[in-house]
């Protein structure tokens, strides 16, 4: 059964920082990984889509990687803003099954 | 494109009523996903429709919960009779396929006093 974990589980940085969340998994038959943003009361909007051929892909100031060997990604956030804060979470799809799992989340508040 | 249509979005029920959320997904898709999201948690699959057939229910309380994706589009999730610990948010998801990404609606908030 896959298990995803995401560290730290809460970060509050200054504005402008650099960012560096981590997402850990068990099981390295995945088909793609996905990093979604929640703000609260809302839904999941999707921000960075890997699939299992790929190794990293960036939109704007984000980054995300994947290392299946080690069974990691990460999500890099360059010069972090106050609209930045909400919760990020990393969700896997694989091991025969098409459905999403996802990490507990990772709350990001930015300060201005 | 239009997103993924979910309602209501806030429901408040008592334990043991019944309830009933309605999910419209992205045209095209044929795949559609319900998941719950207790507060503080990451959603958690319930279950995955094919068309409008269905591929994974394991986690899915089938004693109260129960789901439909009549025509291969629209869906409903019931729950009946609802307990405090149903309490939660009801996440619809649509994808083209596995290799995609996945699409979100809003939600509907629910919860049972």
């Known amino acids: 059964k896959q298990e995803v974990t995401q560290i730290p589980a809460a970060l509050s940085v200054p504005e402008g920082e650099n960012l560096v969340l981590n997402c850990s998994f068990t099981?390295?038959?995945?088909?793609?990984l996905q990093w979604f943003r929640q703000d609260p009361g809302k839904g999941l909007t999707s921000l960075l889509l890997?699939?299992?051929?790929?190794r990293e892909q960036t939109s704007g100031r984000l980054n995300a990687s994947l290392d299946k060997s080690s069974g990691r990604s990460t999500l890099y956030i360059a010069a972090s803003q106050p609209g930045d804060s909400a919760t990020y979470l990393c969700?896997?799809?694989?091991?025969?099954?098409?459905?999403?799992?996802f990490g507990k989340g990772t709350h990001l508040i930015i300060q201005p | 494109e239009a997103g993924v249509a979910q309602s209501p979005r806030y429901k408040i029920i008592e334990k043991r009523q019944s309830v009933a959320f309605w999910c419209n997904p992205i045209?095209?898709?044929?795949?559609l996903y319900w998941y719950q999201q207790i507060l503080g948690q990451g959603p958690k699959l319930l279950i995955q429709f094919q068309n409008n057939g269905v591929v994974d229910d394991s986690q899915l309380p089938k004693d109260r919960f129960s789901a439909e994706r009549l025509k291969g589009v629209d869906s409903t999730l019931k729950i009946q009779p609802a307990k405090l610990e149903d309490s939660a948010v009801y996440l619809c998801?649509?994808?083209?396929?596995?290799?995609?990404?996945?699409?979100f609606g809003s939600g509907t908030r629910l919860t049972v006093v």
């Open positions: 969700a896997f799809s694989g091991g025969g099954a098409d459905g999403l799992t």
């Open positions: 998801a649509s994808s083209l396929n596995s290799r995609g990404g996945y699409t």
């Open positions: 099981d390295s038959a995945i088909y793609n």
């Open positions: 890997i699939q299992s051929s790929q």
């Open positions: 045209s095209g898709h044929a795949t």
